[in-house]
């Protein structure tokens, strides 16, 4: 888990400490780049296509860390 939530740290270059139960709305980093990098990276490293509706319904980091099957 600890490594899931250090690449998505990473991917949306955020310097906080975050949970799972972090809310995505609390974080400035999750913003359009943020989400774009999301996406980028759930397709490049997991194959997971994140569609729009998916991406509406994502509200706290674990819900993204659901999404990172390695």
Do not use: R
Not at 10 to 39: A, H, N, R, V
Not at 40 to 55: K, P, R, S
């Amino acid at each position: 888990m600890d490594k899931k939530i250090a690449k998505f740290k990473d991917t949306i270059e955020c310097d906080e400490p975050i949970t799972p139960q972090t809310p995505l709305d609390s974080l400035l980093e999750w913003d359009s780049m943020g989400k774009i990098s999301t996406i980028v990276m759930l397709a490049d490293d997991y194959n997971h296509t994140l569609t729009y509706d998916e991406l509406k319904e994502l509200k706290v980091v674990g819900d993204i860390l659901d999404l990172m099957n390695e």
